[in-house]
């Protein structure tokens, strides 16, 4: 399929990046779509949803002009092919020379695909440019048998019955990918450069997600044993975790509410020898960001998600196992958990406000698993 739709990124006057939704043979810009992505960055939106956001809309608009299909009104029959042309579409090829194997989406990537198509739907619907009656295919009723922990179905049971989305794939439980302390020290030891040794560890000790690390600011770390110079009453080191909209690389914190994360004097340790090797790097030495680019031009520039993920991507083929920012601190949460910590410390920790967010990092082990068996077994022999 041709794509008549392209998802734009244009920088504004002022250096603020946006992303719009553009006619791919005359750049116009489309109109609705471009609507919808200026409501995300009303909402507080980073820019890289935003950018996955473009993609997703340009591809259904692109879909529906192939399909002649009006995007303003597609019937519940045309939505569910779109949902199984996701799937069975190969992907096209990368770079210069193609695959010999055809790339496929993933159920999941449909599904996130799905989601957003259904979000732009109802923006339009608010808009008055999209029917109604397309809205009302977009979920339907479904009834919970079984409950999510914590949540309340009512004195009646109903709220039992909550409206799913009609166009998404049953997928299984992906499980999870956890690291062992290990694994994460070897990939330090392999990072070769103070300033990766230093990101890394960051994730691991404190569980901040990437988008917190690259945002963090030098006033953001208070790595003395008092801070009290700094106007701050916190004891001990530590940093805090601020979102900002104005970060030039983008980042932005996902949590709305500000934190302070400990650190160990490990750590501290770490942004010394990293502090040393970005005075040596000419322009990179100042700067308020602490991330920034010492390796590649331009030198002293914010460290952005890409280069962010260049780093992750090359460790893991060193590493020979997945490595991703998103499992560092999915494995400290699960090591504090494991450890005996609160769950309600490891919440505040990890910045979650809902504690069914803690849901997903607490995860038995075989180990455990067979130590509770052996456990019972050796009080049954012994009585």
């Known amino acids: ?71 303003t009104a597609p019937r519940f029959v045309e939505l569910g092919g779109l949902q199984r042309w996701l799937v069975a579409e190969p992907l096209p090829a990368r770079g210069q020379r193609p695959s010999l194997e055809p790339r496929f989406r993933s159920p999941g990537t449909a599904n996130a695909v799905m989601t957003v198509v259904s979000g732009f739907l109802r923006f339009g619907s608010v808009h008055g440019w999209v029917t109604p009656e397309t809205v009302a295919v977009l979920s339907e009723p479904k009834q919970l048998f079984h409950l999510p922990p914590g949540y309340d179905p009512g004195e009646r049971g109903q709220f039992r019955t909550v409206e799913a989305a009609s166009f998404r794939f049953a997928l299984t439980d992906p499980g999870f ?100 090797e970005r005075d040596t790097a000419g322009p990179a030495a100042d700067g308020e960001m602490v991330f920034v680019n010492l390796f590649r031009l331009p030198v002293g520039r914010p460290m952005s998600y890409p280069n962010a993920k260049d780093l992750f991507d090359r460790l893991a083929r060193a590493a020979d196992h997945p490595f991703r920012p998103h499992m560092l601190r999915h494995s400290a949460a699960t090591a504090w958990l494991r450890g005996g910590v609160d769950r309600d410390v490891v919440q505040r920790l990890l910045g979650h406000l809902s504690p069914l967010s803690m849901e997903r990092y607490r995860h038995v082990t075989d180990a455990e698993t067979r130590q509770a068996v052996e456990r019972v077994q050796a009080l049954r022999d012994h009585r």
Not at 198 to 207: M, P, Q, S, V, Y
Request: proline fraction near 3%; include cysteine; charged fraction near 20%.
């Open 1 to 71: 399929m041709s794509h008549h739709f392209l998802a734009f990124r244009s920088v504004s006057a002022g250096g603020g990046v946006r992303w719009v939704v553009v006619d791919a043979g005359t750049y116009a810009l489309h109109p609705q779509a471009t609507a919808y992505l200026a409501s995300l960055r009303s909402r507080g939106c980073s820019v890289n949803t935003e950018r996955a956001y473009a993609g997703r809309v340009a591809l259904y608009l692109s879909y529906c002009q192939d399909q002649r299909i009006d995007w």
């Open 177 to 276: 990918e956890e690291l062992s302390h290990e694994q994460i020290a070897a990939v330090i030891d392999s990072a070769g450069r103070a300033r990766d040794r230093f990101l890394i560890t960051l994730l691991a000790c404190t569980g901040l997600r990437i988008g917190e690390a690259l945002g963090l600011r030098r006033e953001d770390l208070h790595l003395l044993s008092s801070s009290r110079v700094l106007g701050c009453g916190t004891a001990g080191p530590h940093l805090h975790v601020r979102r900002r909209t104005d970060n030039p690389n983008g980042a932005l914190a996902k949590s709305r509410r500000p934190r302070t994360v400990p650190v160990t004097a490990g750590l501290v340790a770490l942004y010394t020898d990293y502090q040393y």
